[in-house]
């Protein structure tokens, strides 16, 4: 697999060697020992979470709080999506700042986003299944959502008119939005 940090650093792209021929293809989606070797400490996935959304539709920007922050690993097995993180981590060179890659089904790439980061991505096929593993378990106490389209952050959506659930249209601003240490 190749492994390669992103304008945050603690952010990484991740690419499978994929073997294929005309009968299709075959590639490790996780290896437990690669994974932490790349993110560089040990790490316990416990909750794997499987979504579907039609194109133009936006989920973000979530995160959870400690004690149940989560990290997240995350991969399109169908469709195509651009995905983002945010740093929310105060005592970060890149606090505030964000970074972005379209993950598909096709480059079968995945993004490691760690604790301390906002994560939302936008649909931009017809349709696209989307999978993350998780470091901690779904904690309703603890979640969060922050506005996606937050002019201080200003992330650069490739679109614009965008479909959200009620929670996230009601989502927090960064100024007003909760921070890690």
Do not use: C
């Not at 991740?14 to 005309?22: S, Y």
């Not at 979530?62 to 997240?72: E, M, N, T, V």
Request: no cysteine; hydrophobic share 40%.
């Amino acid at each position: 697999m190749k492994v390669t940090p992103l304008a945050i650093p603690d952010v990484l792209l991740i690419e499978p060697q994929v073997f294929g021929d005309d009968r299709g293809f075959f590639f490790e989606s996780f290896n437990q020992e690669r994974f932490e070797k790349a993110i560089g400490h040990k790490i316990n996935f416990v909750q794997d979470n499987h979504s579907k959304s039609v194109k133009g539709v936006l989920r973000g920007l979530h995160y959870q709080l400690p004690p149940k922050a989560q990290g997240k690993l995350v991969r399109v097995i169908q469709g195509e999506v651009y995905d983002v993180a945010v740093d929310l981590r105060k005592s970060s060179p890149t606090f505030g700042k964000w970074v972005g890659e379209i993950l598909s089904a096709d480059n079968k790439k995945q993004m490691w986003i760690p604790e301390g980061f906002a994560h939302g991505f936008l649909t931009l096929s017809d349709s696209a299944e989307f999978l993350y593993k998780t470091t901690d378990f779904y904690s309703k106490d603890h979640e969060q959502a922050m506005m996606w389209n937050d002019e201080i952050i200003d992330i650069d959506w490739p679109m614009k008119d965008v479909s959200l659930s009620s929670k996230d249209s009601a989502a927090v601003s960064f100024k007003e939005a909760k921070y890690f240490s």
